[in-house]
T-cell receptor, first 118, second 112 residues
Framework: ETGVTQTPRHLVMGMTNKKSLKCEQHLGHNAMYWYKQSAKKPLELMFVYSLEERVENNSVPSRFSPECPNSSHLFLHLHTLQPEDSALYLC?????????????????FGPGTRLTVL | GENVEQHPSTLSVQEGDSAVIKCTYSDSASNYFPWYKQELGKGPQLIIDIRSNVGEKKDQRIAVTLNKTAKHFSLHITETQPEDSAVYFCAASFSGTYKYIFGTGTRLKVLA
């Protein structure tokens, strides 16, 4: 496997379920990101990890809980979600933290997990 | 606040014609502007980027122009092909943060 992979690709869950999204990057990158993509809205940055430490939490509801056990893996744990949380959840990685000391570079995105909350 | 506006939301062109997508940004300190292409069932992929010290950048059929004074930048695709059909996103760096602020996307359809 190369690049950024995400599993599952599709997920349907009820509001009382607990599920987890998984992301894995095979690029040797040090930073990983979770984004939410909803129709006709800009990508929303949810969480940022650099060297396995969370550096950004954009006021995301506590029903979303990220976990980064190592620099290659990123999880998004979901519980008691709402129907409005239905969206495409994208994981991305970059060589180093974007914007750090003025550095910019490419983010590599995974294919996303299409989440539907019933 | 941070904001990137992108127009148009949909764009249909005949194969071989040019396509132009425009974005404006609000943070005058933004200094990096990437463009992403998202095909159906895939994540966004970087296609070209430009830094604030450059006014134009070209890569084969794709070019990006930046007007810092007016705070807008544009993507130009020439000699469009059916495989150019996708959703295109512009983004701008947000100074002092790890954020790239994204536009709402343009769905480009190239008609054969």
């Amino acid at each position: 496997e190369t690049g950024v992979t995400q599993t599952p690709r599709h997920l349907v869950m009820g509001m009382t379920n607990k599920k987890s999204l998984k992301c894995e990057q095979h690029l040797g990158h040090n930073a990983m990101y979770w984004y939410k993509q909803s129709a006709k809205k800009p990508l929303e940055l949810m969480f940022v990890y650099s060297l396995e430490e969370r550096v950004e939490n954009n006021s995301v509801p506590s029903r979303f809980s990220p976990e980064c056990p190592n620099s290659s893996h990123l999880f998004l744990h979901l519980h008691t979600l709402q129907p409005e949380d239905s969206a495409l959840y994208l994981c991305a990685s970059s060589q180093s933290l974007l914007g750090l000391a003025g550095a910019h570079g490419e983010q590599f995105f995974g294919p996303g997990t299409r989440l539907t909350v019933l | 606040g941070e904001n990137v506006e992108q127009h148009p939301s949909t764009l249909s062109v005949q194969e071989g014609d040019s396509a132009v997508i425009k974005c404006t940004y609000s943070d005058s300190a933004s200094n990096y502007f990437p463009w992403y292409k998202q095909e159906l069932g895939k994540g966004p992929q970087l296609i070209i980027d430009i830094r604030s010290n450059v006014g134009e950048k070209k890569d084969q059929r794709i070019a990006v122009t930046l007007n810092k004074t007016a705070k807008h930048f544009s993507l130009h695709i020439t000699e469009t092909q059916p495989e150019d059909s996708a959703v295109y996103f512009c983004a701008a760096s947000f100074s002092g943060t790890y954020k790239y602020i994204f536009g709402t996307g343009t769905r480009l359809k190239v008609l054969a």
